[in-house]
């Protein structure tokens, strides 16, 4: 190139031209589905922004951030208008406009957090004998994300540098799904997670008061159907607070589709309430390829099924089985929710972008649930709070730092490991650490989720107090 450069006037109708490709750091692989990469317009693109002085030849964010932030990340291209003789050779300029470098983008993701989660997620896939997992922390308060790890995942650098077909092949073949974003576009039953939001509504209804108590024996019968609690011999007397605590199903079965005298919310107070958690639909968060999960309805049965909905789908949806299925995201969303009081938020990435012209993304979307029930909050922070002290969650109190918590154990169906979840906040009393995970039929989440919540929550609040 250098030879050329001197001796390209010899050899009229040739220029020599510069241009840049990314490269990406490869010390999280994890950070390939938030960064995206880079790719050369195609011809559909070009079509759609040769108006926004596109070239044939630019290269384009095709996923992750290099997409959504592409507007600020390009800069500004310089023009050269030049006299030239018959044989091309350039003999003066007559105008010239400098390029304009695009923005720097800043993201909120922590590097060391993120690699190091990726790191342990890995070992605990390794133990479970699973292979597919994810974890989400979020600033509760404000929105900003830590950590967003999807296992298994690849290479971006192997787009940026044009990937072959056969490398495109292996990872579009591969059962594991590497190109999959997980973490915001996975659809899956929640299982006991989704407890604290059915007992919100049931406590915002006045469907029970803080105290009200049922007897669980193990399950409950209807016809000839049983709706089985996890543990055989049952919990006993329960209120609202020891049933998320100790994610008591029959508690959930009553609240959620009622038994004997007792009127329970039904499907249509549920799907209200969990489209109030903002299940059902997108976070918004600033990553490309987010799925919105399914809210199930009576309407929807109907005309997907054929069927009429009964009280065991009622039963189904109010522990979080069925048909109903979240994104992780969402989830820590959700839960987000009830660590910082009632506050809807949008979760980003992008924290900030600086360069000349650049217009800071809008990330305050701070926004109280409307009609918010404070009581009714308070308790059902209190039953997560108790998950951790008697509960399911009890391995978390050895922490230095205050923490409520909810499990959960869900079917994956056929005759697969169920998944295992966790999804927490601390501290306690101001959350400043959402924490959101899922191991992919991981089994019990006693012996997977749990035990990785300790080790982050601890690395998290010894490393950025």
Sequence with gaps: AMRLDIEIAKYPGFELQTSTQRYYPSAALSLSHILGYTGKITRSEYEALRDKEYRSIDSIGKTGVEKNAESFLRGTTGKQISEVNASGHELSVISKTDPISGSNVLLSIDLEFQK????????????????????????????????????????????????SQTSYDALATDPTQPLFFRAIAGNYPSGS????????????????????????????????????????????????????????????YIIGGGFNRVTGLGVDRIVHYAQMFGFGSKTGI????????????????????????????????????????????????????????????????IQSVDGPGSTQPSTDKRVQI?????????????????????????????????????????????????????????????????????????????????PLSYEIFEWWFKHRK
């Design 116 to 163: 190091w989660i990726e790191f342990r997620l890995g070992e605990i896939l390794k133990k479970v004998s699973a292979q597919k997992g994810t974890v989400i922390a979020i600033d509760p308060q404000t929105g900003l994300v830590h950590a967003l790890v999807s296992i298994p995942s690849f290479d971006n650098n192997l787009f940026a540098s044009g990937i």
């Design 193 to 252: 997670i989704l407890k604290p939001f059915i007992a919100y509504a049931a406590l915002s209804e006045r469907i029970i008061e803080e105290h009200t108590s049922f007897l669980s024996v193990g399950g409950i019968r209807v016809g000839d159907w049983f709706f089985p609690d996890w543990k055989s011999e049952g919990h006993g007397i329960t209120d609202v607070r020891k049933a998320i605590a100790e994610s008591v199903n029959t508690f959930f």
């Design 370 to 450: 409307p009609n918010l029930d404070k009581n009714a909050m308070r308790i059902v922070r209190e039953g997560m709070r108790q998950s951790v002290i008697s509960g399911n969650s009890r391995r978390l109190l050895n922490l230095p730092v205050v923490v409520a918590g909810k499990t959960g154990t869900a079917q994956s169906g056929l005759n697969r490991p169920t998944h295992s979840w966790f999804t927490g906040f601390a501290p306690y009393d101001f959350p400043t650490l959402q924490l959101t995970i899922l191991i992919e039929e991981g089994g019990e989440s006693t012996a997977a989720a749990v």
């Design 286 to 349: 600033d990553v490309p390829g987010e799925s919105t999960g399914f809210l199930p309805t009576k309407e929807w049965k109907l005309e997907a099924k054929n069927e009429r909905w009964y009280v065991g789908d009622t039963y189904h949806l109010a522990i979080g089985q069925g048909d109903f299925l979240t994104t992780p995201i969402k989830m820590a969303v959700g839960t987000a929710i009830i660590a910082n009081g009632g506050f809807s938020i949008s979760p980003h990435v």
